[in-house]
């Protein structure tokens, strides 16, 4: 079966630091992979999403950066992070395609707290 | 513009049905998704799909532009946030999220 780590679960950093957070789905090849953040009392906001290693689409203009360095990894980075990046970050995969039917699967999330 | 609408908040009380209304003006999406998200943690699919369906106490109606979410016999357990997306090659497009307020 298929399962898609997210690490680490909690991290608060100074403002101006950088940020290097990680996702892993195991059990499936070329997923599709996407990042989100909700910000506190909001909706949740598709930042980055990818079809493939290397192949990095980005929906908003922002402080981050996503990168796939392998088929199964997903990295989402900031050279330097502002108040505004708090939040909590999801990394979510789905089958490989543009088939509308496909759901989702998201990972447990990393809770991020600039101060 | 690429939208999913659905209500910020929707109380009930214990053991009665609680609909959380959707609707959205995504081209060409045909398909709808419903989360249910408890803070801090990984949202979790509940029903999908482009026909009405069923899972468990879950329920979807379905229409064209606009999708109902009914939770059956709803419980203390169920406040959470429950989102609607629809999707547009292969890209899901959330709603702001439904908080559900459950009445003892």
């Known amino acids: 079966s298929q399962t898609i780590h997210q690490w680490p679960a909690t991290l608060v950093q100074p403002v101006g630091s950088p940020l290097s957070l990680e996702c892993t789905v195991e059990g499936t090849s070329n997923p599709n992979l996407y990042w989100y953040r909700q910000a506190a009392g909001r909706g949740l906001q598709l930042l980055f999403y990818s079809v493939g290693i290397g192949q990095i689409s980005s929906e908003v203009p922002q402080n981050l950066s996503a990168s796939r360095p392998q088929d199964r990894q997903f990295i989402l980075s900031s050279k330097k992070l502002l108040l505004s990046d708090s939040g909590f970050y999801l990394c979510?995969?789905?089958?490989?395609?543009?088939?509308?039917?496909?759901?989702?699967?998201f990972g447990d999330g990393t809770r991020l707290s600039i101060l | 513009k690429d939208q999913v609408f659905q209500p910020s908040t929707v109380a009930s009380s214990e053991g009665a049905v609680v609909e959380i209304f959707c609707n959205h003006s995504v081209s060409n999406a045909y398909n709808f998704f419903w989360y249910l998200h408890f803070p801090g943690c990984a949202p979790r699919l509940l029903v999908k799909g482009s026909k009405p369906s069923q899972q468990g106490r879950y329920n979807m109606t379905y229409e064209r532009f606009s999708s109902s979410l009914l939770i059956l016999q709803v419980r203390e357990a169920d406040a959470a946030v429950y989102y609607c997306a629809c999707s547009n090659t292969g890209k899901l497009i959330f709603g702001q999220g439904t908080t559900l307020q459950v009445k003892p």
């Open positions: 979510a995969w789905s089958v490989a395609g543009t088939n509308s039917n496909q759901p989702q699967h």
